[in-house]
């Protein structure tokens, strides 16, 4: 199997717990890291990759952050793009209503109204800490600032979530991605970019999309196993992934990405 690159989404998929990599996944990255470029593909925030990246041992390697809205190499933002400040308002308005709070992500900052068990389980699988506020004074200091945010997160319930989903769908459907990570949590992103976008942009010029394998299990993963020369769903993933992949590796808490490459990337 001859590939150049090899991208990887992170919770599912490459990572074996919910919060890391295994030993066997840390020792066949670093047996074709010197052969293959490593690129970490994932909805996470910087700093909740960054630490995964230097456990593989892949540091000298870009990463592609909240699906491809912001793209680093190191310290230096290779691209970026934001969901304006106005439809995180509307966003705001429509979710309030129906009591879903939102997790704004911007760059490294990453804002929340008030702790929940939700929200711990990202302190904790994430390993990075967000910042309590209201949210109408986030998108006040963001608009003084002339920010917008890289990903929103919402956050409720199952029924609220199944609420609110198509009335997002029916107002943001042509400018934002939205996609529901679970039952009870949404998250929104620009409509322009994508993962693939961002393994675009990574592409050297001796580089095309066939010399690319890529691994993943969940919706915004599908794009990229589609058009990559490889996409390989794990186990776990959903049905509908999984419908499309070109091959299936075992359960992401199996190892499955690290025995694929065992087996088929033979250095």
Same mark, same amino acid.
Request: glycine fraction near 4%; proline fraction near 2%; charge should be negative.
């Given at each position: 199997?001859?590939?150049?690159?090899?991208?990887? /989404?992170?919770?599912?998929?490459?990572?074996?717990?919910? /919060?890391?990599?295994?030993?066997?996944?840390?020792?066949?990255?670093?047996?074709?890291?010197?052969?293959?470029?490593?690129?970490?593909?994932?909805?996470?925030?910087?700093?909740?990759?960054?630490?995964?990246?230097? @456990?593989?041992?892949?540091?000298?390697?870009?990463?592609?952050?909240?699906?491809?809205?912001?793209?680093?190499?190191?310290?230096?933002?290779?691209?970026?793009?934001?969901?304006?400040?106005?439809?995180?308002?509307?966003?705001?308005?429509?979710?309030?209503?129906v009591g879903i709070q939102l997790g704004l992500y911007s760059k490294s900052?990453?804002?929340?109204?008030? /702790?929940?068990?939700?929200?711990?389980?990202?302190?904790?699988?994430?390993?990075?800490?967000?910042s309590f506020r209201d949210t109408q004074a986030t998108i006040g200091d963001w608009r003084d600032r002339k920010m917008g945010a890289h990903k929103i997160m919402l956050m409720g319930n199952k029924e609220n979530t199944d609420n609110l989903f198509p009335i997002?769908?029916?107002?943001? @459907?042509?400018?934002? @991605?939205l996609y529901r990570s679970n039952d009870t949590l949404i998250e929104i992103a620009p409509k322009t970019v994508s993962k693939l976008t961002a393994i675009k942009l990574l592409l050297e010029e001796h580089e095309s999309l066939k010399d690319v394998?890529?691994?993943?299990? @969940?919706?915004?993963?599908?794009e990229m196993l589609q058009n990559v020369g490889r996409g390989i769903a794990v186990a776990n993933a959903r049905d509908e992934v999984k419908s499309i992949a070109h091959d299936l590796a075992l359960k992401n808490s199996e190892d499955g990405v690290a025995h694929y490459i065992k087996q088929h990337i033979l250095i």
């Open positions: 199997m001859d590939f150049k690159i090899l991208c990887s /989404d992170l919770d599912g998929t490459l990572l074996t717990y919910k /919060d890391n990599v295994s030993d066997f996944t840390i020792s066949e990255i670093k047996r074709i890291k010197d052969y293959l470029r490593i690129i970490l593909v994932s909805a996470r925030m910087p700093q909740s990759m960054t630490y995964i990246q230097k @456990n593989l041992g892949i540091e000298n390697e870009p990463i592609i952050c909240y699906n491809g809205a912001l793209v680093l190499h190191g310290t230096k933002e290779l691209f970026s793009t934001f969901i304006h400040i106005d439809q995180i308002a509307s966003i705001y308005d429509m979710a309030n209503k900052e990453w804002y929340v109204e008030m /702790d929940s068990e939700r929200v711990q389980k990202e302190i904790k699988y994430t390993k990075t800490l967000p997002l769908q029916e107002n943001f @459907n042509q400018t934002l @991605n394998i890529a691994f993943g299990d @969940n919706y915004n993963d599908m």
